[in-house]
């Protein structure tokens, strides 16, 4: 009987036991649970980029290239052996220097036979000319005999037939007179086809001598004696380096942006310079691009070489006194204003703003104040942002 009520009374105190420990762990979970951060008002991690006041240059940057002011590829008009070739490569040269001399035999060979025609043709001219002179003295001489033997005639003094005889004796005259004045004109003809022929050979052995058009520097050289050189074929290149320029390709959608005498900014070795576009090309390319240059002239082209690759930026505007955010501050939806995520009070302030212009890594904006803060974008970023959402800034 006590053996039973012992047992009953272990019992209770196990299970009594059993419901202090477990009314302990209870207690301890819910005290857990009351410092633990409650559901949906944790704030999220944002880093960010403050507002600031500033003048900001609206530029593109573009890669150009060193170019001559001008070059020639001087080409030969006729196909001829090389003679000689007068320069080498980096000679200087000035307008009308002989580069190359072509082989213009035949053309002289040409040039003494007629020159030997006009000389013949001159010698029988002058033979001819006295003739004419003596013929013209003699059909007077025969015309003034017939009209007077056929008055003569006329009035019976002599016979008709020694007047018809006087009178056809000047047309003979006469004729022979005509005669040599033709053969005069036709030689003096003659003489100046063979002329005009001698002066377009003259003026060809022009194209056997080949000439720098203007001053510069011999900056290839494709031939040497003996080749044989014909018409378009490159034979020496040329350039005029009193003057360089900066090239550089445009593309379509910057073109509404460019005009000439924007400022070009460069740098070389080590000093900035500042020229600007001297010239747009309008027309696109194939691959829709417009040439751009910009002149150097002077000092200025020193440490440039021609072919050299220069960075350079075009500068389309200033703006001062505006405020200034990173570009990767600002959200674009296709068709609706932009917009920036401020952090006021630890919330988010979605915020519409203008664009005013941008470099490229920073925008200058209206709708923010200096001092402001704004959320600086990362990967799908913005997705996890939302109006009047709580935010922890980064330090």
Not at 353 to 369: C, E, M, P
Request: aromatic fraction near 6%.
């Amino acid at each position: 009987m006590k053996s039973r009520k012992f047992r009953i009374i272990m019992t209770i105190i196990v299970i009594v036991a059993l419901i202090a420990g477990a009314g302990a762990l209870i207690k301890k979970k819910k005290a857990k649970l009351a410092t633990a951060p409650k559901y949906g008002l944790s704030p999220t991690l944002v880093h960010v980029a403050t507002a600031k006041n500033g003048n900001l240059d609206i530029q593109l940057s573009y890669l150009s290239v060193v170019e001559p002011f001008n070059t020639a590829n001087v080409s030969s008009r006729v196909a001829a052996s090389v003679v000689t070739v007068a320069v080498d490569e980096g000679d200087m040269v000035k307008a009308g220097d002989i580069l190359l001399n072509l082989d213009a035999k035949d053309i002289y060979e040409n040039i003494a036979s007629l020159s030997a025609q006009v000389k013949q043709a001159e010698a029988e001219l002058a033979a001819n000319q006295a003739t004419v002179a003596a013929l013209e003295k003699s059909a007077s001489y025969w015309k003034r005999e017939a009209k007077r033997d056929t008055a003569l005639a006329k009035d019976g003094a002599i016979p008709e037939a020694q007047a018809e005889g006087t009178v056809n004796k000047a047309d003979e005259i006469t004729g022979q007179y005509d005669a040599a004045r033709r053969k005069s004109t036709a030689l003096s003809e003659t003489i100046r086809s063979i002329k005009r022929k001698k002066a377009q050979l003259q003026a060809q052995l022009d194209y056997y001598k080949l000439r720098s058009p203007f001053d510069g520097v011999v900056t290839s050289r494709l031939v040497d004696p003996g080749d044989l050189a014909s018409p378009g074929r490159p034979l020496i290149t040329v350039e005029d380096r009193s003057r360089l320029m900066l090239a550089f390709d445009v593309p379509q959608q910057d073109l509404d942006r460019m005009h000439e005498g924007l400022p070009v900014v460069f740098t070389v070795s080590g000093k900035s310079l500042q020229k600007k576009i001297s010239r747009l090309y309008p027309a696109l390319t194939a691959s829709r691009m417009a040439r751009a240059e910009a002149y150097i002239d002077g000092s200025d082209m020193a440490g440039l070489t021609s072919g050299a690759y220069v960075p350079v930026t075009v500068r389309l505007a200033q703006l001062t006194n505006v405020t200034l955010l990173p570009a990767e501050c600002l959200v674009f939806n296709q068709g609706k204003k932009p917009y920036a995520y401020l952090v006021k009070n630890g919330h988010i302030e979605v915020r519409p703003v203008t664009v005013l212009g941008d470099n490229g890594t920073v925008t200058a904006i209206q709708g923010v104040k200096a001092g402001e803060q704004a959320v600086v974008n990362t990967f799908l970023g913005w997705a996890n942002l939302a109006q009047g959402m709580p935010v922890e800034v980064a330090k």
